[in-house]
C-alpha cells in the first residue's frame, strides 16, 4: 500500500521535501496543510497530493507527519496525534524531548536539511529517537534520499553541533559568493557576467572537491605557486586572520542554536 505523509509547513523547506520524496517514490500519498492555504494547495498541486483546508481535517493516521514550520510556530501549533504517530521534525534547534512532551508521542526523527536539498543535492542530518523502530527508521531514510546525501548522526547533539555547517552553510558560501560577485563587478564596471563567473567557480571548485582524491589543502596547493598571484592572495586572507574570523562565526552560529533550543523547550513546556 502506498505511504502517506502529512505535511504541516510548505515553505522552502517543506516543498523541497515534498518533491525530493515524491521523486524517489511516486506512489507515495502527501497532504499539505498551511495556516494561509496558498502554498499548501500549490504544493498539493505539483505533487498530486491532497490539499488539507482546516488542521483539523489533516487525517489521523498517517504514516508520517513532517513539522517543517518555523521553530517560532511551535508554541502555537496545536494537533491531536494518536501516540503511534510517527513524526520527522526539521526545526532548527528543536529536541526530540520537547517534541515527545508537547504532543505525548515517542516515534520521533530529526533532520536538518539544507538548501540545496530543493535540488537534490544538500547535505541533509539524520537522527531518529530509539524508540522508532528499525523499519520504519529504514524507509523514512530511503524516501529522503530523493534531497541529496544523507548522513546518519550518532546522536541528537550532533545535529545541533553540525548545524552551522549543513544548515546554514550555505549561506556563509552565498556570502563569499556575493563579495567575489561585488569585487568582479567594481574591477569589471560592470561589463561583464559576473554572476555567472563566479557561479561556474564556485561549481567547479565543488565539483573538484566532491570528486578529487586530494585534500581541500592539496587541491588549494595546486593553484598556488610560491610568490605567485593566488600566493598574494592568500597571504592577506592569513594576515587577516580568515581562519580565527570563521571559527568565531561558527561558535557563534552554535551558540545561537543552544540559546533558541533553551527558548523553544521552556516556552513548550
Ligand atoms: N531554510 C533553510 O535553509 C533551513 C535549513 C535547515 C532547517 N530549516 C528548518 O526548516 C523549517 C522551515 O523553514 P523554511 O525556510 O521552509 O520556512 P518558510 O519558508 O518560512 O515556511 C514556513 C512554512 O510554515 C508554515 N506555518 C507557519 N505556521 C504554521 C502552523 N502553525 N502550522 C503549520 N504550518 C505553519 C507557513 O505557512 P504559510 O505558507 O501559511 O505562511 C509556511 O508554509 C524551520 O524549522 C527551519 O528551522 C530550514
Redesign the pocket.
Known amino acids: 500500500m502506498a505511504m502517506k505523509i502529512g505535511f504541516?509547513?510548505?515553505?522552502?523547506?517543506?516543498?523541497a521535501l515534498a518533491l525530493g520524496i515524491k521523486k524517489i517514490n511516486p506512489s507515495v500519498e502527501l497532504y499539505f496543510?498551511?495556516?494561509?492555504?496558498?502554498?499548501?494547495r500549490d504544493l498539493a498541486l505539483k505533487t498530486k497530493g491532497h490539499f488539507v483546508e482546516e488542521?483539523g481535517d489533516m487525517p489521523e493516521k498517517l504514516d508520517w507527519y513532517i513539522l517543517?514550520?518555523?521553530?517560532q510556530?511551535l508554541a502555537?501549533?496545536h494537533f491531536n496525534f494518536l501516540p503511534q504517530a510517527k513524526l520527522l521534525s526539521?526545526?532548527?534547534?528543536?529536541s526530540i524531548e520537547t517534541l515527545a512532551k508537547k504532543f505525548s508521542v515517542s516515534k520521533i526523527c530529526r533532520l536538518?536539511?539544507?538548501?540545496p536539498s530543493s535540488l537534490g543535492m544538500g547535505a541533509n542530518l539524520f537522527f531518529g529517537a530509539p524508540e522508532v523502530s528499525e523499519n520504519d527508521n529504514l524507509s523514512i531514510r530511503h524516501l529522503l534520499e530523493g534531497l541529496g546525501s544523507l548522513f546518519v548522526m550518532k546522536s541528537e547533539e550532533e545535529i545541533d553541533q553540525l548545524?552551522p555547517f549543513s544548515?546554514s552553510g550555505?549561506a556563509l558560501v552565498f556570502e563569499l559568493a556575493r563579495i567575489f560577485e561585488s569585487e568582479l563587478q567594481k574591477l569589471s564596471g560592470g561589463n561583464i557576467d559576473a554572476r555567472e563567473i563566479i557561479a561556474q567557480t564556485f561549481l567547479g571548485s565543488a565539483y573538484l572537491m566532491k570528486h578529487s582524491s586530494l585534500s581541500f589543502d592539496e587541491l588549494r596547493a595546486q593553484v598556488t605557486s610560491q610568490k605567485g598571484v593566488t600566493y598574494e592572495a592568500l597571504k592577506v586572507l592569513k594576515e587577516n586572520n580568515l581562519e580565527d574570523l570563521f571559527s568565531e562565526a561558527f561558535k557563534s552560529c552554535y551558540n545561537r542554536v543552544t540559546e533558541i533550543k533553551e527558548e523553544i523547550h521552556r516556552n513548550n513546556k
Open positions: 504541516f509547513g510548505c515553505g522552502n523547506m517543506g516543498a496543510y498551511t495556516p494561509t492555504q496558498t502554498r499548501a488542521l517543517s514550520f518555523k521553530p510556530s502555537g501549533f526539521v526545526l532548527a534547534g528543536v536538518m536539511p539544507n538548501t548545524t544548515g550555505p
